[in-house]
């Protein structure tokens, strides 16, 4: 089973800013937070990834709960190029660990 | 840039066949995974390689074997196609060990028809 929860789908308005959730009750103190997305027909892109601290990069900015059970993917201002399906991963990237992902959110972008 | 290529976009094949699905990396990763993907279901891991001749069983590894002769490359076999198989194949790649949370390569996608 996936180790995250994510709501299956989103939409948002063109040019306001996007949050998106993600739950990792389970997350070890090992473990990254990755996000990924996957535009129509791609395969998935990274996006940012943290630890602890929160994260920004000049795709998106990452937030950490303090308990690093949660965290939330911000587009600070979603275009329509936005609209894909966004996956939140935990993984330590060593050791024998599988890499698993969950369903991901769908996020539609409304122009 | 880091590369992940998978050999083949489109493939046609037809029951009972065997499927190679190759994929080969430049960036000297140790770590490779092959996922399907179905609409509904996500990404779901059928295998993972983190080191030359090594293998591990995904979450849906039935019906599959894997390859990894050569740390570039990891191959996805089917030894008896099914129709069941028609999907979406990703290959991915990342570094091991301890490089500041090793971010996760994909390729493009092989979309396998059996018919």
């Known amino acids: 089973d996936a180790k995250t929860t994510q709501p299956n789908s989103m939409e948002s308005n063109e040019e306001e800013p996007v949050h998106l959730p993600c739950n990792h009750s389970?997350?070890?103190?090992?473990?990254?937070i990755h996000w990924y997305r996957q535009l129509p027909s791609q395969g998935p892109e990274y996006v940012i990834h943290?630890?602890?601290s929160n994260v920004n990069n000049r795709m998106a900015s990452l937030a950490i709960a303090e308990d690093r059970k949660s965290s939330t993917l911000i587009l600070h201002r979603a275009t329509l190029r936005d609209a894909a399906v966004y996956y939140c991963?935990?993984?330590?990237?060593?050791?024998?660990?599988?890499?698993?992902f969950g369903t991901g959110t769908r996020l539609t972008i409304i122009p | 840039d880091v590369k992940v290529t998978q050999s083949s976009r489109y493939l046609v094949k037809r029951t009972g066949e065997k499927v190679f699905l190759e994929c080969v990396q430049d960036?000297?990763?140790?770590?490779m995974f092959w996922y399907r993907q179905d609409p509904g279901l996500g990404l779901r891991l059928i295998y993972f390689?983190?080191?030359?001749?090594?293998?591990e069983k995904g979450d849906i590894p039935e019906g599959y074997s894997v390859s990894r002769e050569k740390k570039e490359r990891f191959s996805l076999i089917l030894e008896s196609a099914s129709t069941n198989q028609t999907s979406m194949y990703l290959c991915?790649?990342?570094?091991?060990?301890?490089?500041?949370?090793?971010?996760?390569?994909f390729g493009e996608g092989s979309w396998l028809t059996v018919v």
């Open positions: 960036m000297d990763h140790e770590n």
């Open positions: 943290g630890l602890t």
């Open positions: 390689s983190y080191d030359v001749k090594m293998k």
């Open positions: 991963v935990t993984w330590a990237g060593f050791g024998n660990e599988k890499l698993t």
């Open positions: 991915a790649s990342s570094f091991r060990a301890g490089r500041s949370g090793n971010t996760i390569y």
């Open positions: 389970t997350i070890s103190g090992t473990d990254y």
